[in-house]
């Protein structure tokens, strides 16, 4: 079975700086990873992800995470961000088979002006 | 043109009672999942039907009971509710399980069920 630790539950940060939300995982077969984004009362929705190739993926938004597999980690970074990035932020792994998607617990990102 | 959509959006009920939630979606996906995201935000799945067929079953009370007449439709329902069952629901789609293709989860806007 997989499991996703974000290990931060808030991060407040004031807007035009960069912020980091990090997120670890466990696994004992290969995995896809994913970062959701929820805004206030509204479903989750997908933001990027890591499936194969390149370690270094990116959204359209600016977001960028990197897949570090030697430390099991899928970090999601933005080098400045905005009001309209206070959401909070759900990493997501699943097995090769996409059989079941594991939801880490949330990091709430608080942008500030 | 929503992709994926519940009903009702918000749900107040007395506990012992019935009660069932609707989920739709219009993308031609294979594949239906209900999530349960209780009051710290926590997301687990609960259960996931693949072509109206039941794929995904945790550990969840059998008062829920999920129901899919066909594949573009997941209802939940929940019998005798009871207070720990007040959280926000949500459904989600994606186009097939176990295939190599890409396979995003669409979610639905979630349904925010009280149990008093």
């Known amino acids: 079975a997989q499991s996703v630790t974000q290990l931060d539950s808030q991060v407040p940060v004031f807007e035009e700086a960069p912020v980091e939300l990090r997120c670890n995982y466990s696994?004992?077969?290969?995995?896809?990873l994913f970062w959701y984004v929820q805004y206030p009362n509204q479903g989750l929705q997908l933001l990027l992800k890591?499936?194969?190739?390149?370690?270094l993926v990116e959204s359209i938004n600016g977001f960028e995470a990197e897949f570090n597999k030697s430390q099991t980690s899928f970090h999601l970074r933005k080098p400045s961000v905005h009001i309209s990035d206070t959401a909070e932020y759900f990493c997501?792994?699943?097995?090769?088979?996409?059989?079941?998607?594991?939801f880490g617990s949330g990091t709430k990102l608080n942008v500030k002006p | 043109d929503t992709a994926v959509s519940q009903t009702p959006k918000y749900l107040v009920t007395q506990m012992g009672n019935d009660k069932s939630i609707k989920c739709e979606q219009n993308?031609?996906?294979?594949?239906m999942y209900w999530y349960k995201q209780d009051s710290k935000k926590f997301l687990k799945i609960m259960f996931s039907?693949?072509?109206?067929?039941?794929?995904i079953n945790e550990t969840v009370p059998n008062r829920f009971s999920p129901k899919s007449p066909d594949k573009a439709h997941l209802n939940l329902h929940i019998n005798s509710l009871e207070l720990g069952d007040s959280a926000v629901y949500f459904c989600?789609?994606?186009?097939?399980?176990?295939?190599?293709?890409?396979?995003?989860?669409?979610f639905g806007p979630g349904t925010r069920l009280t149990v008093l």
């Open positions: 989600a789609s994606s186009p097939a399980i176990r295939t190599s293709s890409y396979n995003e989860q669409f």
């Open positions: 696994s004992s077969v290969s995995v896809y």
């Open positions: 890591y499936l194969s190739g390149s370690t």
């Open positions: 997501a792994v699943s097995d090769v088979n996409f059989n079941k998607f594991y």
């Open positions: 993308l031609g996906h294979d594949t």
């Open positions: 039907y693949n072509n109206k067929e039941l794929i």
